[in-house]
């Protein structure tokens, strides 16, 4: 094949774990629907088939537009919001819920993969 090894279709779930603050939707992209829909089928297009994807968007909510927290809510996006000022309170609040959420779905086949933005 061309080198990937593609995970078994038991497992029926995506999760993205994306830091809003260092990786935004595009200025140019209209809404995060658009950003969402090409997510969605890049993904697909990976893994040959269609899986549940869950995304988690880590960001102060205060920094947030109105527009993106509506797209996002529309899309079943959840925004977590990290209050901090910190530099990096975002990046070990990911790392947390990544780390719990892997102790979690330790032996049962949940997720077919966890992507990083």
Same mark, same amino acid.
């Given at each position: 094949?061309?080198g990937?090894?593609?995970?078994?279709?038991?497992a029926?779930?995506v999760?993205?774990?994306?830091d809003?603050?260092?990786?935004?939707i595009?200025?140019?992209?209209?809404s995060?629907?658009?950003?969402?829909n090409?997510?969605? *089928?890049r993904?697909?297009s990976?893994l040959?088939?269609e899986? =549940?994807i869950?995304?988690?968007v880590?960001?102060a #909510?205060?920094? !947030?537009?109105?527009?993106i927290?509506q797209?996002?809510?529309?899309?079943?996006?959840?925004?977590?919001?990290?209050p901090?000022?910190k530099?990096?309170a975002?990046?070990? *609040?990911?790392?947390?819920?990544?780390?719990?959420?892997?102790y =979690?779905?330790?032996g049962?086949?949940?997720?077919? #993969?966890?992507? !990083?933005i």
């Amino acid at each position: 094949m061309n080198g990937h090894s593609f995970p078994s279709k038991k497992a029926q779930k995506v999760i993205i774990y994306w830091d809003y603050e260092n990786c935004p939707i595009p200025k140019q992209a209209t809404s995060f629907g658009n950003v969402w829909n090409t997510m969605q *089928r890049r993904i697909f297009s990976y893994l040959q088939y269609e899986v =549940q994807i869950e995304a988690k968007v880590y960001i102060a #909510a205060s920094k !947030l537009p109105n527009k993106i927290k509506q797209g996002m809510d529309v899309c079943g996006a959840r925004n977590i919001d990290i209050p901090s000022w910190k530099p990096e309170a975002v990046d070990k *609040r990911i790392l947390v819920d990544l780390a719990l959420d892997l102790y =979690q779905w330790k032996g049962h086949n949940i997720c077919n #993969a966890v992507v !990083l933005i």
